[in-house]
C-alpha cells in the first residue's frame, strides 16, 4: 500500500506562486497515474491535475489550466503542483492521490493535506 504525505502550503498574496510537493513511500508510484484534487471550505472535493505514469500526458481542471503545472519526478517518487497566478478561489486543502481511472479520474490512497490560503 502506497502512503503519501503532501507538503508546500501556506498563506500568499494574489498573484503569487506555490510549489506542492506529494512524496510516495510504501511502494513507488512510478506505474501509476497520480493527482491532485482539492477542497474548499463547504464544497466538494474537486479535481485539479493529473499526470500519467510516464508524464506523456497531463490533465488540467479549466479553473487552473494556463496556472498551474504538474509534473514528476519516479526517481524520487515525487509529484509537484506549481501554482502561478494564485487567486483567492485557489484558497483550499489540497491532496495528493493515485489516479485509478485517467479517464473518470476516480483516485486512492489519499494523503492529509496541505492547506493553501490565498489572500486578496
Known amino acids: 500500500q502506497v502512503q503519501l504525505v503532501e507538503s508546500g502550503g501556506g498563506l500568499v498574496q494574489a498573484g503569487g506562486s506555490l510549489r506542492l510537493s506529494c512524496v510516495a513511500s510504501?511502494?513507488?508510484?512510478?506505474?501509476?497515474?497520480m493527482g491532485w484534487f482539492r477542497q474548499a471550505p463547504g464544497k466538494e472535493r474537486e479535481f485539479v491535475s493529473a499526470?500519467?505514469?510516464?508524464?506523456?500526458?497531463?490533465y488540467y481542471a479549466d479553473s487552473v489550466k494556463g496556472r498551474f503545472t504538474i509534473s514528476r519526478d519516479n526517481a524520487k517518487n515525487t509529484v509537484y503542483l506549481q501554482m502561478n497566478v494564485l487567486k483567492p478561489e485557489d484558497t483550499a486543502v489540497y491532496y495528493c492521490?493515485?489516479?485509478?481511472?485517467?479517464?473518470?479520474?476516480?483516485?486512492?490512497?489519499w494523503g492529509q493535506g496541505t492547506q493553501v490560503t490565498v489572500s486578496s
Open positions: 499526470i500519467t505514469w510516464r508524464a506523456g500526458s497531463t
Open positions: 492521490a493515485v489516479v485509478r481511472n485517467i479517464a473518470t479520474m476516480e483516485a486512492e490512497s
Open positions: 510504501g511502494r513507488t508510484v512510478s506505474f501509476y497515474n
